[in-house]
């Protein structure tokens, strides 16, 4: 069964590093997402990704994150500067053109120090 | 803005039924879902409602009324492998497809 893959699973950074997050969705999937879950919160929506551009984005999802689908399959988060808030998991999602679910992918624990 | 309701943990005993309740207020409602999270594990997800009425999948069945704001996730014959996180989650109608979620009940299924 196809599924999301990301990696790396865990991320350890020092805060004002930057980060970058990846993604591979499931490939004949058209929406893409990430989504972030601080510990022992809910999961939050960050930015949706269509046709190869960003077609929404939360408030959280400001000047110091971007998105990018560099080539056919992969799909990244790239978090810029980043601070200790930042440390979350965070899960990518994809969804085909019409349809009711999106598939969350396992996750990237960051750990920002 | 968006917001849900859900009670935040129930128990109950395997064989048992659980109902979990959601309430939500949002402009642009398209649909609910609810996802199943297990401690470390990604959302995975369960049901969508779009229409009032139920959907039953299985040992689990979802319900909506879209004039009362209202669903809920109804889990029949529980298993011990159904203790998780279960998080409704409302589809609005915005170009982004986003999903917004509720935070979350804890369920735990005892012996």
């Known amino acids: 069964e196809p599924e999301v893959t990301q990696t790396p699973s865990h991320q350890v950074t020092q805060m004002g590093q930057e980060v970058i997050l990846r993604c591979v969705p499931i490939s004949n999937h058209l929406y893409f997402y990430w989504y972030r879950q601080i510990l022992g919160q809910k999961v939050e929506f960050l930015v949706s990704f269509y046709n190869n551009e960003i077609s929404e984005k939360s408030e959280i999802f400001d000047d110091q994150f971007s998105v990018e689908r560099p080539d056919g399959s992969n799909f990244t988060l790239k978090i810029r500067s980043t601070k200790l808030e930042d440390s979350a998991m965070y899960f990518c999602?994809?969804?085909?053109?019409?349809?009711?679910?999106?598939?969350f992918g396992p996750g990237t624990r960051l750990t920002v120090l | 803005g968006q917001s849900l309701e859900q009670p935040s943990e129930v128990t109950a005993v395997e064989g048992a039924i659980v109902q979990i309740n959601c309430t939500y207020q949002?402009?642009?409602?398209?649909?609910l879902s609810w996802y199943q999270q297990h401690d470390g594990g990604a959302p995975t997800f369960l049901s969508y409602?779009?229409?009032?009425g139920l959907e039953e999948t299985g040992r689990f069945s979802s319900f909506l009324s879209r004039s009362d704001s209202y669903g809920y996730l109804l889990l029949q014959e529980l298993q011990m492998k159904d203790s998780a996180s279960y998080f409704c989650a409302v589809r609005d109608r915005t170009a982004g497809n986003k999903l917004t979620f509720g935070g979350g009940t804890r369920v735990l299924v005892k012996p």
């Open positions: 949002t402009s642009g409602f398209y649909g």
């Open positions: 999602a994809s969804s085909p053109l019409l349809g009711n679910e999106q598939f």
């Open positions: 409602n779009a229409l009032d």
